[in-house]
């Protein structure tokens, strides 16, 4: 896996204050929806509540939406990008779209679905059979709260990341609406009643066991752990969805366990 060297979101000088371009982008591949904007979350919003009898255009959006942002911080054309924890590969197959070297690494085939993309990896993010310093963008989506030792699985993408390259995580916080999954929002009365209530409503089983494949991540102590690293510095950390301060709901403490839904973090890789 080798990068070619240029203009991209692996940035080049270790130095200075960094932004994104903040209004998402609009190439030919993109959603052409500004970030952070109202039409943008309400696009996205109408998408998930499609999540499963149309997955197909709920994640196509996604990826795009994701890919946008990691392209704010500079084009992934030409790029190594690693996705940690990838699922069925539809932000694997949107990198590869706009020109990335995009790789999956999924641990549960059950994951990938019957057509994950063509060299798709089953392997765990904890243990990434990569050499050190080999991806431009280390990506992963909504797996943090699926780990039970986020310092570990972080560690692990900081590790694959080149320095001065990108990663991007992106999670759902315990206290978000969303915290409990398909038992949400009744895990604010408690993830055992929640899923018990899951399985009475639908009759069937829920996917997610809180402590097994679901964990309580919280906004406030994942800042803290990342900003006490000096592997990586935090360029942005933001609600990934909210049309509008999505910045500043994310520095609310308290207020940022409930309203952010889901954080955004962008962080770059400190030269050793
Ligand atoms: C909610 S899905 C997210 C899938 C995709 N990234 C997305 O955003 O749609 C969580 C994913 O995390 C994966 N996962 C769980 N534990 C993991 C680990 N230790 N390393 C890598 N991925 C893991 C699961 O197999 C699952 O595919």
């Known amino acids: 896996m080798t990068a070619p060297k240029g203009e991209g979101v692996g940035k080049r000088s270790g130095t200075g204050t960094e932004t994104g371009t903040g209004t998402g982008t609009r190439s030919r591949t993109g959603t052409?929806?500004?970030d952070p904007s109202i039409r943008r979350s309400l696009a996205l919003f109408r998408a998930f509540l499609h999540e499963q009898d149309d997955p197909e255009s709920?994640?196509?959006?996604?990826a795009r939406d994701a890919a946008d942002q990691v392209e704010a911080y500079g084009a992934v054309e030409?790029?190594?990008?690693?996705?940690?924890?990838?699922?069925s590969g539809y932000f694997t197959e949107e990198f590869r779209r706009r020109g990335a070297h995009a790789y999956l690494f999924e641990p549960d085939v059950r994951e990938l679905g019957p057509k994950p993309p063509r060299?798709?990896?089953v392997a765990?993010?904890?243990?990434?059979?990569?050499a050190d310093?080999?991806?431009?963008?280390?990506?992963?989506?909504n797996v943090l709260e699926h780990v039970a030792d986020p310092q570990t699985f972080l560690s692990e993408m900081v590790r694959v990341t080149r320095p001065d390259g990108l990663i991007y995580m992106a999670f759902t916080n315990w206290l978000s609406p969303w915290g409990g999954h398909e038992w949400a929002p009744w895990h604010y009365f408690g993830a055992e009643r929640a899923r018990a209530r899951y399985r009475r409503r639908t009759g069937k089983a829920a996917k997610h066991t809180l402590g097994e494949n679901l964990f309580a991540v919280h906004i406030g102590t994942t800042l803290r752990q990342v900003r006490a690293r000096d592997d990586v510095r935090v360029v942005?950390?933001?609600s990934r969805?909210?049309?509008?301060?999505?910045?500043?709901?994310?520095?609310?403490?308290?207020?940022?366990?409930f309203a952010t839904w889901n954080l955004l973090l962008i962080l770059r890789r400190c030269p050793p």
């Open 236 to 238: 942005a950390a933001r």
């Open 32 to 34: 052409g929806l500004k």
């Open 119 to 121: 060299s798709a990896v």
């Open 78 to 87: 030409g790029r190594t990008v690693v996705d940690v924890g990838g699922g």
């Open 124 to 130: 765990d993010g904890y243990l990434l059979p990569l």
């Open 58 to 62: 709920c994640y196509t959006l996604l």
């Open 241 to 257: 969805y909210w049309p509008f301060l999505a910045g500043a709901v994310a520095k609310a403490p308290g207020l940022r366990e």
């Open 133 to 141: 310093g080999v991806a431009d963008v280390c990506f992963s989506s």
